[in-house]
């Protein structure tokens, strides 16, 4: 069949339009039938439009073939934009001819919010859920906020780059890795571009990567998944203070342009307070303060818990970044603070009681860096291909990596990280 070619989006459809031939595609969302005059509102991802087809007005065969669809039916419409000021949007459009591209069977949920699906339930049969006008505004606040962050790396020169996801050693620690055949060898998913990105510094000196992250994790939480898409960042000559003020930019940078895709916030019921620069720093022993003086009991050198960074987050009210760890609870890379080694050049953001990003300053000397991997049961032999590297001119550097639907969830209020991703990788669900 030769289809009609789609000349405007349904947001297009405005009254100055009026008299003009258009032609719009996408779903049956609704028909309403009240006799003579029948109303099939059109959906496509932009929005909806009202087509109205009144006896008299349009060939009777229409009218006959409205009786025929179905909602989510594929339809093209050519036809003749009415300004009007009892439609919708002031807007209606004048069928001329219409095309069936595609009739439903039946839709696995409710997509027109009458009946609230359970996030399970809308998970299994996720391709039907994201055509819900909520999740078409997540998914496109999704890209803007990707288009953000890539610009804001342009901007201070950083390269874009794409890192090996089959590799042959752990870069985090290795228990959490997913181990995959490679011929007559066992190769693993990266956890982390950690170890490619920091040799980068040595050529591209500034680089960023956006891609995919597995971790074989048993968690099952709301904010973990065994696939996440991570951010990340290595630059040469810069150290975790420049690191974290471009971290910084990024984020004001995301909620600034957000903030204004008011019609898409309106969909999913949210605005969006623009957090102030600098984000507050504390170090981790004032963490541990803070804490206890809220009754949280943390012990030195330990993790802080959720329920701790949920604490700090109330009680600092806006994003905030908690700064030099001790070095024993980081990874190996991590460069240990001159003055007190116990700690470490290190930081993680937290913004509504979730860790964000988490980067440091890294060690740039090989002897160094194998006597830190010692010390954590590492075998440098292990990393040979790494640290070899480390003989070629490694320069100083520093990082982060920022788990992009943890951002997304905390930047759109959503409960759960599954919300902000189109097919969730966790520890009970590979498909769909
Ligand atoms: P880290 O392990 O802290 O650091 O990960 C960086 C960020 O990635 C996100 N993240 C996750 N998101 C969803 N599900 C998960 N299971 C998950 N694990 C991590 C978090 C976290 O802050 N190489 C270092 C980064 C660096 O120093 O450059 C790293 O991977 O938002």
């Given at each position: 069949m030769?289809?009609?070619?789609?000349?405007?989006?349904?947001?297009?459809?405005?009254p100055?339009?009026?008299?003009?031939?258009?032609?719009?595609?996408?779903?049956v969302?609704?028909?309403?039938?009240?006799?003579?005059?029948?109303?099939?509102?059109?959906?496509?991802?932009?929005?909806?439009?009202?087509?109205?087809f009144?006896?008299?007005e349009?060939?009777?065969?229409?009218?006959?073939?409205?009786?025929?669809?179905?909602?989510?039916?594929?339809i093209a419409?050519?036809?003749?934009?009415?300004?009007?000021?009892?439609?919708?949007?002031?807007?209606?459009?004048?069928?001329?001819?219409v095309?069936?591209?595609?009739?439903?069977?039946?839709?696995p949920l409710?997509?027109?919010?009458?009946?609230?699906?359970?996030?399970?339930?809308?998970?299994?049969?996720?391709?039907?859920?994201?055509?819900?006008?909520?999740?078409?505004?997540?998914?496109?606040?999704?890209?803007?906020?990707?288009?953000?962050?890539?610009?804001?790396?342009?901007?201070?020169?950083?390269?874009?780059?794409f890192?090996?996801?089959?590799?042959?050693t752990?870069?985090?620690?290795?228990?959490?890795?997913?181990?995959?055949?490679?011929?007559?060898?066992?190769?693993?998913?990266?956890?982390?571009?950690?170890l490619?990105?920091?040799?980068?510094?040595a050529?591209?000196?500034?680089?960023?990567?956006?891609?995919?992250?597995?971790?074989?994790?048993?968690?099952?939480?709301?904010?973990?998944?065994?696939?996440?898409?991570?951010?990340?960042?290595?630059?040469?000559?810069?150290?975790?203070?420049?690191?974290?003020?471009?971290?910084?930019?990024?984020?004001?940078?995301?909620?600034?342009?957000?903030?204004?895709?008011?019609?898409?916030?309106?969909?999913?019921?949210?605005?969006?307070?623009?957090?102030r620069?600098?984000?507050?720093?504390?170090?981790?022993d004032e963490?541990?303060d803070?804490l206890?003086k809220?009754?949280?009991?943390?012990?030195?050198?330990?993790?802080?818990?959720?329920?701790?960074?949920?604490?700090?987050?109330?009680?600092i009210?806006?994003?905030?970044?908690?700064?030099?760890?001790?070095?024993?609870?980081?990874?190996?890379y991590?460069?240990?603070?001159?003055?007190?080694?116990?700690?470490?050049?290190?930081?993680?953001?937290?913004?509504?009681?979730?860790?964000?990003?988490?980067?440091?300053?890294?060690?740039?000397?090989?002897?160094?860096?194998?006597?830190?991997?010692?010390?954590?049961?590492l075998?440098?032999?292990?990393?040979k291909?790494?640290?070899e590297?480390?003989?070629w001119?490694?320069?100083?550097?520093?990082?982060?990596?920022?788990?992009?639907?943890?951002?997304?969830?905390?930047l759109l209020?959503?409960?759960?990280?599954?919300?902000v991703?189109?097919?969730?990788?966790?520890?009970f669900r590979?498909?769909?």
């Amino acid at each position: 069949m030769k289809f009609l070619k789609k000349t405007h989006w349904t947001s297009e459809i405005r009254p100055e339009l009026d008299g003009k031939e258009v032609v719009v595609a996408g779903w049956v969302w609704e028909v309403r039938d009240i006799g003579k005059i029948k109303f099939v509102v059109l959906r496509d991802r932009e929005g909806l439009v009202q087509i109205t087809f009144k006896r008299g007005e349009v060939p009777e065969s229409l009218l006959n073939l409205v009786k025929t669809l179905r909602k989510e039916d594929v339809i093209a419409v050519r036809g003749v934009v009415r300004a009007s000021k009892i439609a919708r949007a002031g807007v209606e459009i004048i069928p001329v001819e219409v095309q069936v591209l595609n009739r439903v069977k039946q839709l696995p949920l409710d997509i027109w919010g009458e009946v609230e699906s359970e996030l399970g339930t809308r998970l299994r049969y996720r391709a039907a859920d994201l055509k819900r006008p909520e999740n078409i505004a997540i998914f496109k606040i999704s890209s803007t906020v990707t288009k953000v962050i890539r610009d804001t790396f342009y901007d201070y020169n950083f390269v874009e780059v794409f890192t090996p996801k089959i590799i042959a050693t752990c870069t985090e620690g290795g228990a959490e890795l997913f181990a995959v055949q490679y011929f007559e060898r066992t190769a693993y998913l990266a956890q982390s571009p950690q170890l490619y990105k920091e040799q980068l510094t040595a050529s591209l000196e500034r680089v960023f990567e956006i891609g995919p992250a597995f971790r074989a994790e048993r968690h099952n939480t709301t904010y973990h998944l065994n696939e996440f898409v991570s951010v990340d960042a290595e630059a040469a000559f810069m150290d975790y203070n420049d690191i974290m003020s471009i971290l910084e930019d990024i984020i004001v940078r995301v909620y600034e342009t957000t903030s204004r895709l008011t019609e898409l916030l309106n969909v999913l019921k949210i605005s969006i307070t623009v957090p102030r620069r600098p984000f507050k720093r504390i170090t981790y022993d004032e963490a541990i303060d803070l804490l206890r003086k809220n009754n949280i009991d943390v012990r030195q050198g330990e993790d802080i818990p959720q329920t701790g960074l949920e604490v700090l987050s109330e009680e600092i009210g806006e994003p905030f970044f908690i700064v030099d760890w001790p070095t024993d609870i980081r990874p190996f890379y991590t460069m240990p603070k001159e003055e007190d080694p116990s700690r470490s050049e290190s930081f993680d953001l937290i913004i509504d009681g979730i860790e964000i990003a988490s980067g440091s300053t890294r060690i740039h000397v090989r002897e160094k860096l194998e006597e830190e991997m010692r010390r954590r049961g590492l075998n440098p032999e292990n990393f040979k291909f790494h640290l070899e590297v480390f003989d070629w001119g490694m320069p100083p550097h520093a990082g982060f990596g920022l788990g992009l639907y943890r951002l997304l969830m905390v930047l759109l209020k959503r409960r759960n990280i599954r919300e902000v991703v189109l097919y969730p990788r966790d520890r009970f669900r590979l498909e769909p």
